[in-house]
């Protein structure tokens, strides 16, 4: 009785001391790649959130599509300061079809397609199209009435990788 008793006590103590050593090793990509499929909050700072359907994770950057299905944003995960609705659950790199994509890698794309994204920094706002993605920071050509093209006061700005937010498809 006692004797079996204090046997299955140590044996819960230990597979509770190896659940957390395991939790220990999650990283926040991890993380997100158990809430793929999901719906979830991030916020980024204390004025700025996006909610959304996990997408993809990268190692370095989510990708979120809105409940409508429409618009998309990449998150660079160095923004995130919390996350809302995840599960607990955690999926390592090596258990998912994780991307190894970079943030470059995927801003490019953004890129290619010329599609119209607002941006939100750490030094603020702005919309326009991605012109150019370097190693470290991406050029955008400001579109600052609102217009879906090009128009007379409109500049490009470079954005360090650093300073980026969220990048949100418009």
Known sequence: GQFAHHQQEEARAISEDLTRAEQAQLTLPDRLRGAEGRRLTLHLGADVRVSGTVREVGSR????????????????LAAVVMSEG??????????????????GSVLREIARDRSVVHLETTGGAVSGRIAAVGADALDIRSLPTGERTTVPGSERL????????LVQLR
């Open 61 to 76: 950057w989510v990708a979120l599509v809105a409940d409508s299905g429409g618009r998309s944003a990449i998150v660079p």
């Open 86 to 103: 995840r599960p607990p659950r955690a999926r390592l790199a090596e258990d998912s079809a994780s991307s190894a994509r970079g943030l």
């Open 158 to 165: 470079t954005v360090a990788f650093s300073a980026l937010r």
